[in-house]
């Protein structure tokens, strides 16, 4: 590796004082550390990054992915209709289609002041956990809120009454640095106005949830559980103590590991999916085959749906497959500038503040993968996939499966330096709330406390060093 220049030899020299004794030290860039996603890998870096196909997926399978890719980002439309491929939609829904959420199968955002619809950020409801619902908690996680179901739903077709409007303002909350320089969070207050059928139970939790990205899901699927597991580590007063979360398994019916959405809520990309269809878009699949309408929306529950004259479901069975195949073989694009120096330094200090405990590395695939491309690679998706306590500051006080209201997935850093390009905005956590990537790290508490101490230690040389690792990634 070439010298490095004065500025970053310094930067090393004062790391290598003050990190941990056990610490790695990074002098240079690990082998294969570019290629994030093993040979799925692509290498782009513009606005199209997350919308690509494995690397090594044969041309013989790219028609699958293209087809997936059509109905991942077309518009369904209302029953009855022509277009019966495409028909179905609502009655009650957030949005037309799927890429609507995922920007460029990106990063979604919080609605702006202004904004008729939510569309990118949905508003999970629940109510707290009665023993009287217990098979009810065990199949669905939560106990949805009466009316409005699990999930609020603004947009609805005609006839039918949307179930409430979203708007998020904000707070402000100031934050210090050592060396003196403040930062200034943005807390946010969500709002629910023009509820369409009543009130809402006066114990209902909200929980505001941004669509992540989709690259590399089919990767995250193919991690086996034991490797996981591994890293999970028991509850003690000062340390990290990642925990699995188990969840309902529609199509098994019964309870296995959760690894899909921000707490984990889900146990695979199939279900993952059929949920999105159902609750997102009012599609019915065969398993989902309801509209997502309570028993007090009658309006919903009386709307002609697409399902077909016998009985199939709106989403078929193929176009289900087909998503699938998508969304499992949406490639991470390669990190960037990887034996920079700046690079390097910024990544022993993400180390030395101890943020890889919850932000692992690297797995391997498993060689029984569900998709042939995806065994046997070695990815850095920098997520132990378990739910750890972030503490009040990011608390939504709702309950999903064993997840408690403090309780969040460990986000996937791969592709984060990309957000900008891709969706067009830098705005993440799972309500969006950090305007930029050292807001999402000072809004870590809980178990995370300690790392974000060790950050507001950083000088300006640090905190730039840091941000070049993350944006690398």
């Not at 904000?170 to 060396?179: K, S």
């Not at 087909?322 to 960037?336: H, S």
């Not at 046997?376 to 009040?392: A, C, F, K, T, W």
Request: glycine share 8%.
């Amino acid at each position: 590796m070439p010298s490095l220049p004065l500025r970053w030899s310094a930067l090393f020299m004062a790391l290598s004082l003050s990190a941990c004794d056990d610490a790695p030290r990074f002098t240079q860039a690990e082998p294969g550390e570019a290629r994030a996603g093993g040979a799925t890998t692509v290498n782009k870096s513009d606005r199209n990054a997350f919308s690509l196909p494995s690397a090594n997926l044969p041309p013989t399978r790219r028609l699958d992915f293209s087809v997936g890719n059509s109905f991942f980002r077309s518009p369904w439309v209302i029953a009855p209709s022509t277009t019966t491929a495409r028909d179905g939609l609502g009655p009650l829904f957030n949005t037309n289609a799927c890429q609507n959420c995922h920007i460029k199968d990106g990063r979604g955002h919080p609605p702006a002041p202004d904004a008729l619809n939510a569309v990118s950020m949905l508003v999970r409801l629940s109510i707290p956990d009665d023993p009287a619902f217990a098979r009810l908690i065990e199949q669905a996680g939560i106990v949805p809120e009466p009316v409005y179901g699990g999930q609020l739903q603004d947009m609805a077709i005609p006839g039918v009454a949307p179930e409430g409007r979203v708007r998020v303002d904000y707070d402000p909350l100031p934050v210090r640095f050592q060396d003196g320089t403040q930062v200034e969070l943005r807390k946010p207050k969500l709002q629910i106005t023009d509820l369409g059928y009543g009130p809402m139970h006066p114990d209902t939790r909200f929980s505001a949830r941004v669509a992540p990205p989709m690259i590399g899901l089919g990767l995250l699927e193919a991690i086996p559980e034991e490797a996981i597991l591994a890293n999970a580590r028991p509850a003690n007063k000062n340390a990290i103590a990642g925990r699995p979360n188990w969840v309902w398994d529609d199509a098994l019916q019964k309870t296995v590991l959760g690894r899909f959405g921000w707490k984990a809520g889900q146990p695979n990309l199939n279900q993952q999916n059929v949920h999105a269809f159902s609750g997102d878009m009012g599609l019915t699949t065969r398993l989902r085959p309801f509209d997502d309408c309570t028993d007090a929306q009658t309006a919903c529950k009386q709307a002609p749906n697409g399902n077909g004259p016998d009985g199939e479901p709106e989403v078929s069975d193929n176009i289900l497959r087909l998503v699938l195949f998508y969304t499992r073989n949406l490639a991470v694009p390669a990190r960037r500038d990887v034996d920079s120096p700046q690079v390097l330094a910024g990544k022993n200090l993400f180390f030395q503040a101890g943020c890889q405990s919850c932000h692992t590395p690297s797995f391997t695939t498993a060689a029984n993968a569900a998709e042939p491309e995806l065994a046997n690679q070695v990815i850095r998706p920098y997520s132990d996939l378990l739910l750890h306590d972030m503490g009040e500051g990011l608390a939504d006080h709702r309950t999903e499966f064993k997840a408690s209201g403090r309780d969040w997935r460990t986000a996937p850093l791969w592709g984060i330096g990309l957000t900008e390009t891709v969706s067009g905005h830098t705005q993440f956590l799972h309500d969006g709330r950090a305007r930029n990537l050292m807001e999402a790290v000072l809004w870590h508490g809980g178990e995370a406390e300690g790392a974000k101490q060790q950050v507001l230690t950083f000088n300006a040389q640090q905190r730039a060093a840091l941000l070049a690792f993350l944006n690398s990634l």
